[in-house]
């Protein structure tokens, strides 16, 4: 009886921290208490290497090279293969990596993080990004994040100058990555927009740089703090609001826990992770060890996301594809795109982010 009551719970572990288990995984495992398969799962994720489908940054035949159309054909054929090996390379990383969690939680910063930009080479780069803090520090990557290529491309912080100031970012930044509506003023967007002035990439090189030019050195109150406000001073201001930690925390109940959060865990959560300076691992281990996530309330609840479904089907039973591209029609058919959002938000969860007929319950 009571290798059948551990049993049901890694099998309940593994649906929300992984893709399911298979049935020789759970024979291996039989009787072992979810506090040590989840630090099994802990440190498989310490293994992962960076995604790495594409090698080559494509820019775009300058106008002033006059290119024939035969080129910029070629440079957009060339750049549509490089979005399509990205997404084939994640998805199959998805079914055989034997770091599920790892890859699960790069999943939801995914989603979290939404980008969607023509351009296979900084997507990876983002998605690494994702992978290599997934299980860090939030504000690490937050960071990293926020200087990507891909996301300044993606909120036009790329034409965020001190002349003519873009918004974009600053309120994503706060509504989508960490505060939530309600919890900032207009003001408050256009006075940390001026704090991002000259946060920029080169487009020979793709790196970050700080564009002193263009940055507004002015005086700012944001967040009803006063002072002359570059990006990361930003950041680290939101950071000390703890509406930060709980947003976050209750962010992650809803993917790995239930649609509708219990707001006692939810603020347990979220107490953990701020009193530890946004670390994920305390606050993941709390998440995935308590009572109350084995509760029956929280069993065979949620509807697995299409890409988790195909993920599940794919890694349980083994499935391999001849023609791999018929991972992308899948995806689309089923109405979830990696690197493809519908808009900044992402993906819905639940029964909204469900368009397949078959919904299976995780």
Not at 36 to 64: G, H, I
Not at 89 to 115: I, Q, V, Y
Not at 230 to 237: C, F, K, S, V
Request: charged share 25%; hydrophobic share 35%.
């Amino acid at each position: 009886m009571l290798t059948t009551e551990h049993n049901d719970r890694l099998k309940h572990l593994y649906s929300r921290a992984s893709f399911g288990i298979c049935y020789h995984e759970l024979q291996q495992l039989s009787g072992t208490p979810v506090e040590k398969a989840f630090e099994r799962l802990m440190e498989q994720s310490e293994k992962a290497a960076p995604l790495k489908e594409v090698s080559e940054r494509l820019t775009r035949p300058p106008k002033e090279s006059n290119p024939s159309e035969e080129e910029i054909r070629d440079y957009l054929r060339r750049r549509n293969e490089q979005e399509q090996q990205v997404n084939i390379g994640w998805m199959k990383r998805l079914a055989e990596s034997g770091c599920p969690f790892l890859e699960k939680m790069t999943l939801f910063w995914h989603g979290h993080f939404a980008c969607r930009i023509n351009d296979g080479y900084y997507l990876q780069q983002l998605n690494n990004i994702h992978r290599k803090n997934a299980l860090g520090n939030f504000r690490t990557m937050l960071l990293e994040v926020s200087q990507a290529p891909a996301m300044l491309s993606f909120l036009n912080n790329q034409q965020n100058k001190k002349t003519h100031p873009n918004e974009n970012f600053a309120r994503e930044l706060m509504e989508l990555f960490t505060l939530g509506r309600g919890y900032y003023t207009e003001n408050d967007v256009k006075e940390a927009a001026r704090a991002f002035t000259g946060w920029q990439y080169n487009r020979d090189s793709g790196e970050f740089f700080f564009n002193e030019r263009q940055h507004d050195s002015g005086t700012k109150v944001f967040l009803g703090q006063k002072g002359s406000f570059a990006g990361e001073e930003i950041i680290d201001i939101i950071l000390q609001k703890k509406q930060t930690a709980f947003f976050i925390a209750e962010k992650l109940y809803k993917f790995f826990v239930n649609d509708i959060p219990d707001p006692r865990h939810v603020e347990e959560l979220g107490n953990l992770f701020y009193a530890g300076g946004y670390e994920m691992k305390p606050l993941l281990r709390k998440l995935f060890t308590a009572d109350w996530f084995y509760h029956s309330r929280n069993v065979g609840n949620k509807i697995k996301s299409p890409v988790e479904l195909l993920t599940g089907l794919n890694r349980q039973f083994n499935i391999r594809y001849e023609n791999e591209r018929i991972l992308l029609q899948l995806q689309r058919s089923m109405g979830q795109a990696l690197f493809y959002p519908p808009n900044v938000a992402g993906w819905p969860g639940g029964e909204a982010g469900s368009t397949v007929l078959l919904c299976l319950p995780a």
